[in-house]
């Protein structure tokens, strides 16, 4: 298998050929394959966690995960970041306040995260569910923005064009639609890398929706509400404790949302509909 598309050394993705079967008919075919390597998050020189992710927009993965994991409360508390490539990984090497530092201390240094993974770095119950404050009143979306805003967010998803294999996160804005997307092979770690880059750019979180291409698990509400995000919508189900948290601290949450269809499960004053005139 052949490595191509790289950043930093890693690639995202890698080609090789494959036998291919349909029915009775076979071929070689060649094929695209989304990578995930190891990446270690190091706090003040102190290794945190470990994740398995795709190296892309690693930066934006390290402040995303900082904030939603409450590490730091603002964009502007981590002080530096930089990637390290290392043979068998990549190192993300980040500067934080010694104040906000020495609350990580008991936070489960050093555990792996799965791709899949939403505790990672929790060693308590009370750290594992954490309920979020309220929200903000945030904007009313239409349907029909919200169903042109995931068939935009589809052809965007370059990564996933590819290999059909990672997951995406994506910010609506109400004039502009589609304005960021990123990809990972792990469904918080694409959440993570879009709050990382509108962090970046100081987006109002209130002023916007959040479309991502994954099921809702209540981690995925935990960290779209610790910074103020609004309204949630996923392509596939929520879990009941999503709902249970989104109820909680007032964010609407959307669930299977294809096409022209969805089910909404919280606060559904946020998303409007075309009402049926009167016969």
């Known amino acids: 298998m052949d490595a191509v598309s790289s950043e930093l050394g890693w690639t995202s993705y890698r080609t090789g050929t494959f036998d291919s079967w349909r029915g009775p008919v076979h071929t070689a075919k060649e094929d695209y394959v989304a990578e995930e390597v190891p990446v270690v998050l190091v706090y003040n020189t102190n290794p945190h966690v470990v994740m398995l992710t795709t190296p892309l927009n690693l930066e934006d993965f390290a402040l995303g995960f900082s904030l939603t994991e409450e590490i730091i ?11 390290v490539q290392r043979s068998k990984g990549v190192e993300v090497r980040m500067t934080i306040p010694e104040a906000r530092f020495e609350k990580l201390h008991g936070k489960g240094k050093n555990m792996t995260g799965r791709t899949g993974c939403g505790l990672c770095g929790a060693s308590t119950l009370e750290q594992a569910i954490r309920h979020p404050r309220g929200v903000g009143q945030g904007l009313a979306l239409s349907a029909g923005l919200l169903s042109s805003g995931f068939a935009d967010m589809a052809q965007k998803q370059s990564l996933n064009l590819l290999t059909g294999a990672v997951h995406a ?44 291409t994954s099921r809702a698990s209540y981690e995925m509400v935990q960290k779209a509400a610790s910074v103020g995000i609004t309204l949630l919508a996923a392509i596939s189900a929520p879990t009941a404790l999503a709902i249970q948290l989104a109820e909680e601290c007032g964010l609407t949450l959307v669930g299977f949302a294809r096409h022209e269809n969805h089910m909404i499960y919280t606060h559904p004053h946020r998303l409007q509909h075309y009402q049926e005139s009167a016969a």
């Not at 409360?73 to 990637?83: A, D, K, M, P």
């Not at 918080?188 to 002023?207: P, Q, T, V, W, Y």
């Open 73 to 83: 409360g603002h964009s502007t508390e981590l002080q530096s970041v930089r990637v």
């Open 169 to 212: 996160a994506a910010w609506l804005h109400p004039e502009r639609g589609i304005v960021a997307v990123r990809e990972d092979v792990g469904r918080h770690n694409a959440l993570d890398k879009l709050i990382g880059s509108l962090a970046k750019a100081n987006c109002d979180f209130e002023n916007g929706w959040l479309l991502v």
